[in-house]
C-alpha cells in the first residue's frame, strides 16, 4: 500500500462558506496537513457560495449555475480543485459533471453565467486528492501514531451520493477514510452507518430531527466499539458536536480527518483546533497518551 | 412526514398534484439522495422532491414546514446581497424572523466564547451572484 511520489501536488482551494467560520478547525488542519505532505494549496480569489442545500431547495438551475461560476473562474488556473465540505464538493462536482454529461444543461448554464466552461478542470474532496497524493505521502510523514484510538468513519451523504454525479467511492461502504485512519496508526471500527444522514440542513428549523439522528448515529459507533467519530464534512461535524442529548460528560468526540492528521504528524498547533470542539476531545486523548 | 417517498413518487404518477404539494414530506427531505441513489427504476427521487419544494412556492402554496422555508430565504438573501454566506447574520435574522432566541442559547454562547462565528466578508463577485439568482431564481 505504501508507495511515496516526491511531486509536489498543486490544488486550487476552494475552503466553501463554512470553513472560513464555525468549521474553521477544518480549514485551518487541513491546510497544515497538506502543506505538511508537500502540497501546495492557492485559494481561489474572488469565490462565491456554492449555494449550499438553499440553492437546491428552492431552484434546481440556481444550484447547478452558481457552483459552475466558481468552477469558471477557476478554470484558466488550470488545477484541480479541492473542495474540504462535503456539500460544497458535492455542489461543486454535480455541476461539473451535469455539464459534461449533458450538453443542454450546459449550454442553459452557460447562458445563465454569461460565461464558457471548458470542463478542464477537476473537483476533488479530501479523500480523493489525499489518495491521489498517494496514502504513502501521509503514512510517512506520521510521528505520533495514533495508537488505540478506536473511532468509526462517518462520510455522511455528500461525499458518496449520488453516485453518478460524483467520483467513484462507494455509496453505501465506503473506505477512503477508513485507510487514512489507519495509515495514521487509529483503528476504524467497522460500522453500517457510514453514509446515514445526520439531519444535515435541518439543524435550525428541525433540531428535533438531527438530535434524533445524531443519537442513533452515536449509539451506533458506540455498538460498534468505538470512542470517536471522524468526519469530513463541516455540517455533520457541527451536528454531532452540538446536538448529542446525552449529559455532557457522555458525549462522543467527533474529529475531522484532518485533525488526526495533523496530531499523527506532531503538529504543534493541532491543539489549538481541537479546543474550538464544543465536545471536548482532549480527555480522551489524554487517556490515549495521544497528547 | 405525511407520505412516504414512495407514496409521493405514486402520488405525482398519479396526477395528484394538491396533496404532493400541500404536503410536509417534501420539507421534511434533508437530500441525503439514498432514494437516488436506491431506486431500481433509476428516479432521481430526491431530485423530484426538490422540483416538488419549486412548483410550491412557484404556486403560492403555504409551507407546512415555515421555518425551514424561512430559512432558506434567509440564507439565499444573504448569498444574494454579499456573494458569501455570513453566520452571524444567517443567525441573527433567523432567530429574529422566527422568534426563536430562546432556543439553542447554551450552543450559542459556547461558539461565541470560543470565537467560532467569523464575520464573512461581501465579494467583488456579489455583482455577479446577484445576476445569476435573478436570472435562475428564486425570487427574492
Aim: aromatic share 6%; net charge positive.
Amino acid at each position: 500500500m505504501t508507495e511515496t511520489k516526491t511531486a509536489a501536488k498543486r490544488f486550487a482551494y476552494y475552503p466553501g462558506c463554512s470553513l472560513k467560520s464555525s468549521g474553521g478547525e477544518y480549514d485551518h488542519s487541513t491546510r497544515a496537513a497538506l502543506k505538511h505532505i508537500g502540497v501546495e494549496l492557492t485559494e481561489i480569489p474572488d469565490w462565491v457560495c456554492c449555494g449550499a442545500s438553499s440553492a437546491h431547495n428552492l431552484s434546481h438551475e440556481l444550484a447547478l449555475a452558481l457552483p459552475l461560476r466558481t468552477l469558471i473562474l477557476a478554470e484558466p488556473a488550470g488545477l484541480d480543485v479541492l473542495a474540504p465540505c462535503a456539500a460544497c464538493y458535492n455542489r461543486l462536482k454535480v455541476a461539473e459533471t451535469s455539464v459534461a454529461q449533458d450538453p443542454d444543461v450546459k449550454k442553459r448554464m452557460e447562458e445563465i453565467v454569461e460565461k464558457p466552461f471548458g470542463g478542464s478542470i477537476k473537483t476533488v474532496n479530501i479523500l480523493d486528492a489525499l489518495e491521489q497524493i498517494g496514502l504513502g505521502e501521509t503514512s510517512a510523514r506520521v510521528v505520533k501514531p495514533l495508537a488505540g484510538l478506536k473511532a468509526v468513519c462517518y462520510y455522511g451523504c455528500l461525499l458518496t451520493r449520488p453516485p453518478k454525479k460524483l467520483t467513484g467511492s462507494d455509496p453505501d461502504n465506503p473506505t477512503g477514510m477508513d485507510n487514512l485512519l489507519a495509515a495514521l496508526g487509529a483503528e476504524p471500527k467497522f460500522w453500517s452507518y457510514k453514509t446515514d444522514c445526520c439531519g444535515a440542513g435541518h439543524a435550525m428549523a428541525r433540531s428535533d430531527v438531527v438530535k434524533t439522528l445524531v443519537g442513533k448515529l452515536r449509539e451506533a459507533a458506540e455498538e460498534a466499539g468505538a470512542e470517536a467519530i471522524v468526519t469530513a464534512c463541516p455540517m455533520c461535524h457541527a451536528n454531532i458536536d452540538m446536538r448529542q442529548e446525552t449529559e455532557p460528560g457522555n458525549r462522543m468526540p467527533v474529529f475531522f480527518i484532518t485533525e488526526l492528521m495533523g496530531l499523527a504528524f506532531g503538529l504543534p498547533q493541532a491543539q489549538g483546533w481541537l479546543k474550538k470542539h464544543l465536545v471536548d476531545p482532549l480527555p480522551l486523548l489524554k487517556k490515549l497518551n495521544l497528547l | 412526514m405525511d407520505y412516504n417517498p414512495t407514496q409521493i413518487i405514486r402520488m405525482c404518477a398519479l396526477g395528484m398534484e394538491d396533496e404532493v404539494l400541500k404536503s410536509r414530506t417534501i420539507w421534511m427531505c434533508s437530500s441525503c439522495v439514498t432514494c437516488t441513489t436506491r431506486c431500481p427504476m433509476e428516479i432521481d427521487v430526491a431530485g423530484v422532491m426538490d422540483i416538488l419544494k419549486e412548483m410550491a412556492v412557484e404556486r403560492g402554496i403555504e409551507c407546512p414546514e415555515p421555518n425551514t422555508k424561512r430559512f432558506h430565504d434567509i440564507f439565499m438573501g444573504i448569498v444574494r446581497a454579499r456573494g458569501r454566506m455570513n453566520e452571524p447574520m444567517l443567525f441573527g435574522h433567523y432567530k429574529l424572523r422566527t422568534k426563536s432566541f430562546m432556543d439553542d442559547m447554551e450552543i450559542g454562547k459556547e461558539m461565541m466564547k470560543k470565537m467560532k462565528i467569523k464575520y464573512s466578508p461581501k465579494v467583488k463577485g456579489h455583482k455577479e451572484v446577484r445576476k445569476i439568482i435573478d436570472k435562475a431564481g428564486p425570487k427574492i
